[in-house]
């Protein structure tokens, strides 16, 4: 099948036949014969670099109305966002953030590019918007399982679903064993395939040594007789050079930020730069493009990364890609990273060391994929890594048009560590897809935001709100009466909900609820809309409370900073042991100012962390750089840059709630406007 037979206006087939677009594959087919372009609901769940992009072009630039595309991450929507927004005649939006507003501005575009989060927070500050949308396309849905954003997008595309019934769906995932249940829920057509583009054959490295699935085996001689050497390591850098020599990238996964920083400095010692062959400069396999020497392109790279600007992990990496190498982690800044994807796409660096938030992220293929570490620290221990995230890694190996296969390879410590491997993951299915709404706080959160925005009165009207969720579909006799009544009775006791009624009378109570009708109070209306935790709505209101009992000399922004990072939506900073005598003693010192006396931590350590946080952001907004706060605190750059972001939209909630309780804290609105003047500067 090709574009011109598809139902597209002239300028679309002539947009992706220019970008060299001319025949669909094999999945990309069976989503038309699916119906994708005739406004039907389908769930693809093909792999990596198999075209999931173009389906979703298909169903957005056929929708007859405007579209949604929602991402799990920001650096996926803001790739996905450029691609669409390049398209002939389509005005795409992109809105990430801003999580107190219904994003109306949106309500003009033809492509919507959001996270989930995004989406959420617009539908609970009465976003009309979506109740025109013909089409919404969701990636990654895969990630209904997850701990951690899975309810969202679950309850997040019931409301959708439940609001606009003849919405277009399509979702798209890479392959998971129970695709078909995704399919059921969404009353969709499953395109099921394990085609890819590019040959990929996957194997196990042990004793000198790969074996791979497709039969063939390849020699990677390791000299490991200095007994400091780590023979792990040493196998990584031979699969890499071997790649490199070759003629492609490679992509080697480890298990830290620590260990990828110390993996890409032994391999600047192989001097891949030099290693590598010529490539043309667009990385488009363009044969008539120049030749490009790939150590100018690598030094090019360097000084375009110094140029962002350096702390010390900054100038690191800028060594390192001098000589062809790259690290990739979430210490890096947003600009940093960003530099590193593209430059990688453009074939200016040779190989990128990264921990496994790459492989979840953005468009970066290798020829070969080597994954080092199998296992991460949970803080109690280390677990396996999920079979479907190991796919995920392994699934990036092979660029379409530019290598002829892709090779993933798993490094074992021995021939009983293949075996274990090959078993575990190798032959292994991915895991299936399972819903997480049942947990007790994705409860409480979901329960009070449809009680806030008036959808659910009742415990009755909550259930048949989630009714239409993932869970419900899965579960035969869903049994959330129970969670739920329990979730309600809990967000009473903190002030969230109250009996109808029974808040203006001013004795609302869990008993008067029972069985009757319920509203959010003033406050968990607030809280709804601020898109906070129930937990961090309530941790706000005890900070208020006690700044109401503070002298009001004592209240600064370090009381602010406090409040808002000693909640569970602020992101934990690591206290070294090194540290937390200093921080302990800065607590003291600053006593006064805190609403946590030093004894009254349910969690010290926790507290005492969020006192850390706290102490960097005072320290940025009084004019400390980056590198100064970087070398005190050991953060990264992108540690930082995420403490600000999040202390900026928590310290605009609180200062909200703030309204509603009746204390005056005006230290959380001078704090958010210094915290935000001192980003812009930084920039």
Sequence with gaps: MRVADLPLAPEYVDHFERAGIEELYPPQVA?????????????????????????????????????????????????????????????????????????????????????????????????????????????????????????????????????????????????VDNPE????????????????????????????????????????????????????????????????????????????RREAEELADRLTEERLAAVATGRDRGGDGDPDAPAVDPELAAAEVAEELREAGTTGTGERLAEATAWGVAFHHAGLSSDHRALVERAFRERRLTVICATPTLAAGVNVPARRVIVRDQRRYTGEGTEWLPVLEVHQMCGRAGRPHLDPYGEAVLVADDADGREELWSRYVTADPERVESKLR????????????????????????????????????????????????????????????????????????????GGGIEATALGAQVSRQYVTPETGVRIREGLEAVAGMEA?????????????????????????????????????????????????????????SVKTARILSEWVDGASVEELVEAYRIGPGDLESRIERAEWLLGAADAIADVVGVDMPAFASARTRLVSSAEVDT
């Design 31 to 175: 989503a038309v014969e699916a119906g994708v372009c005739d406004g039907d609901d389908v769930v693809a769940a093909v792999p990596t670099a198999s075209g999931k992009t173009f389906v979703a072009e298909l169903a957005l630039l056929t929708a007859d109305g405007p579209g949604l595309y929602v991402c799990p991450l920001r650096a996926l929507a803001r790739e996905k966002y450029e691609e669409f927004d390049a398209l002939p005649g389509v005005d795409a939006g992109i809105s990430t953030g801003d999580y107190d507003s219904a994003a109306s501005d949106l309500a003009d575009n033809d492509v919507i590019v959001a996270t989930s989060e995004k989406v959420d927070s617009a539908i609970r500050n009465g976003a009309e918007w979506v109740d025109d949308l013909a089409c919404v396309v969701v990636d990654e849905v895969h990630l209904l399982g997850s701990p951690g954003r899975g309810p969202t997008l679950e309850v997040t595309l019931a409301t959708l679903r439940r609001r606009t019934p003849e919405v277009q769906v399509v979702a798209l995932s890479a392959t």
């Design 553 to 609: 000399g004592d209240v600064t922004e370090l009381t602010a900073f406090e409040i808002v990072c000693d909640t569970p939506d602020m992101v934990d900073t690591y206290l070294g042991n090194a540290e937390r005598a200093e921080i302990y003693q800065f607590a003291r010192d600053r006593s006064a100012e805190l609403t946590t006396g030093m004894t009254e931590a349910t969690d010290f350590e926790a507290w005492l962390e």
């Design 181 to 256: 249940d995704i399919a059921a829920w969404l009353d969709a057509e499953l395109v099921e395939s394990t085609w890819r583009p590019v040959d990929l054959r996957t194997g196990v490295y042990a004793d000198d040594e790969v074996r791979f699935d497709d039969g063939t085996d390849l020699s990677v001689p390791v000299d490991a007789g200095d007994p400091a050497t780590d023979a792990d390591t040493e196998a990584t850098v031979g699969l890499v050079r071997g790649a490199i020599e070759n003629g492609g990238q490679a992509l080697a996964f480890v298990n830290s």
């Design 439 to 514: 947990d007790p706080a994705a409860l409480r959160t979901h329960t009070l935001a449809l009680v806030a925005t008036g959808v659910a009165g009742s415990q009755a009207a909550v259930l048949d709100a989630l009714s239409g969720t993932f869970y419900a579909s899965r579960t035969a006799n869903p049994d959330l009466g129970g969670a739920v009544g329990d979730a309600i009775a809990s967000l009473i006791d903190d002030g969230l909900l109250a009996a109808a009624g029974e808040e203006r009378a001013g004795h609302g109570g869990a008993a008067g609820a029972a």
